[in-house]
């Protein structure tokens, strides 16, 4: 395929998480994390098991829900953290998934990361702190569980790359829908009280469940996303552009990192000048 067509698809899934951070949070105000979350991947699990029951062999199965087992633990995370963070923080801390992933590979796997890589990675971290708070005794307690579940991702990243060219794409994403489902509607009794979903919330499992998990994942499952979003892109300006457009583009990618942190540098001025954090007055709650 492409590299123009697999930038695209991993845009479309980029668009199709964006759109749920808000419509999620406000799901899990009325309704149990767990118990979202297993409804959720159990359409999800119907939607591509329609399509991919018979493409998932038993090994696929069980590599499959493994490598499911770090989806969930993200997601999780990153559900709970909507509750005592804003969507705008919880969207932008969960984005460090990209500078992270390769951290995690290394860690995981010993594979070596240019040393080009290291400055991105601190002015991302810098970003986050100018965005989430003026020292670390302000994170909230949305932002920590949204960082961890960033560092859970870019180990269901790093798996993906390992082990999903290995497998048929759709049945490889079916076992991880199932994986998270089961997992997370095993986890619900013990934790939450039982009780079905009430009407409010039907429209974000369908969203969430058809779009941003059936779809998104099967797009990334398809694609493995081992070549990062910034690796795609290197990849299509030094075919279409060559090593010289490549060298020139340069700074402008690095001036797009660097325009991140002066944007949450302002947006944390416009709060302390509005009396905001995010989308919440100071010393109010998200909840």
């Known amino acids: 395929m492409p590299d123009l067509a697999?930038?695209?698809?991993?845009?479309?899934?980029?668009?199709?998480?964006?759109?749920?951070?808000?419509?999620v949070r406000d799901a899990v105000?009325?309704?149990?994390?767990?118990?979202?979350?297993?409804?959720?991947?159990?359409?999800?699990?119907?939607?591509?098991?329609?399509?991919?029951?018979?493409?998932?062999?038993?090994?696929?199965?069980?590599?499959?829900?493994?490598?499911?087992?770090?989806?969930?633990?993200?997601?999780?995370?990153?559900?709970?953290?909507?509750?005592?963070?804003?969507?705008?923080?919880?969207?932008?801390?969960?984005?460090?998934?990209?500078?992270?992933?390769?951290?995690?590979?290394?860690?995981?796997?010993r594979?070596?990361?240019p040393k080009l890589y290291i400055a991105p990675v601190l002015g991302a971290f810098v970003g986050l702190a100018l965005l989430t708070g003026e020292s670390p005794e302000e994170?909230?307690?949305?932002?920590?569980?949204?960082?961890?579940?960033?560092?859970?991702?870019?180990?269901?990243?790093?798996?993906?790359?390992r082990y999903a060219a290995a497998h048929d794409a759709i049945g490889f994403a079916l076992a991880q829908m199932v994986s998270t489902a089961a997992l997370c509607g095993i986890a619900a009794p013990i934790f939450e009280p039982m009780e079905l979903p009430p009407r409010e919330v039907w429209f974000a499992?369908?969203?969430?469940?058809?779009?941003?998990?059936?779809?998104?994942?099967?797009?990334?499952?398809?694609?493995?996303?081992?070549?990062?979003?910034?690796?795609?892109?290197?990849?299509?300006?030094?075919k279409y552009g060559g090593p010289g457009l490549y060298r020139s583009t340069r700074p402008f990618f690095l001036g797009l990192i660097m325009g991140q942190i002066f944007v949450a540098g302002m947006w944390l001025v416009i709060d302390f000048f509005t009396g905001m954090v995010g989308n919440a007055p100071i010393g109010g709650s998200f909840v």
């Open 6 to 23: 697999l930038a695209g698809l991993l845009t479309i899934a980029t668009i199709l998480w964006g759109v749920t951070f808000t419509v």
């Open 205 to 238: 499992l369908g969203l969430t469940g058809l779009g941003a998990s059936a779809l998104a994942f099967l797009i990334m499952t398809y694609v493995w996303f081992s070549i990062f979003l910034s690796w795609g892109i290197k990849s299509i300006v030094l």
């Open 111 to 113: 594979t070596r990361t």
């Open 139 to 161: 994170f909230r307690l949305g932002d920590v569980l949204t960082m961890a579940c960033a560092v859970a991702f870019a180990a269901h990243v790093v798996l993906l790359g």
């Open 29 to 109: 105000a009325v309704y149990g994390v767990l118990s979202f979350l297993a409804v959720r991947f159990l359409i999800a699990s119907i939607a591509l098991g329609v399509i991919g029951a018979r493409r998932m062999s038993l090994r696929t199965l069980l590599v499959g829900g493994a490598v499911g087992s770090a989806l969930a633990l993200g997601f999780v995370l990153q559900t709970i953290g909507l509750r005592y963070t804003s969507p705008t923080n919880s969207g932008l801390i969960t984005g460090l998934v990209v500078v992270l992933t390769p951290a995690i590979a290394f860690v995981m796997y």
